[in-house]
């Protein structure tokens, strides 16, 4: 029996060493499977990831427009409701002057004025602002030219007269100045 483990021991040592190799092998093969499954996790958690920042740079850019849009809308509105004011306020400051030279009441004229008064700085606080034009070059982004005239003294393209009052609301023209500009004869 002796003999027979030796004779069986180089076979075995052959066998194991066939094995070994081919262990490794498939160890190889395996390993190197799972560095390219490996890399291509890698590859596909990065791809992921710059879909995921790229989907988040969207919505953070579409919160920004229609936080924009909600705002303009807002003020456009706004916009709106205050141009509808603005003949009101005409109105009242033409009261005012003919109260003063107009026989009425004294507190009667005085209480209309405060009225008045008070409307037109409610608006201001609003941010309406009145477009100023006796005495200002004549510009087109801020006044109409209703007429033209002479005044001696004025610079050519002067405003002399005002007809009927400009106003702006935040840096945009609710209604331009219609005015009446200085022309040499």
Known sequence: M??????????????????????KTKAET???SDDKSFKQLQK????????YFRALADYQNLQRRTETA???ARNRGVEDFLKNLL?????LDKAVEQLAVANVDK??????????????DMLTKSGVKEIPAIGKPFDP????????????GAEENEVIQIFVKGYT??????????VVINRPQ
């Open 169 to 178: 609301y935040k840096d945009r023209v609710l209604r331009t100045a219609k």
């Open 30 to 32: 395996e390993t190197s």
């Open 70 to 72: 909600q705002s303009e």
């Open 141 to 152: 982004t801020v006044h109409e030219a209703m007429s033209h005239s002479y005044k001696e």
């Open 107 to 120: 507190s009667f004229a005085d209480g209309f004025e405060m009225f008045a008064i008070q409307f037109s």
């Open 87 to 91: 003949p009101v306020l005409d109105t």
């Open 2 to 23: 002796k003999k027979d483990k030796k004779q069986d021991s180089p076979k075995n040592t052959q066998e194991e060493v066939e094995l070994s190799e081919e262990s």
């Open 44 to 51: 596909e958690l990065e791809d992921t990831k710059n879909k």
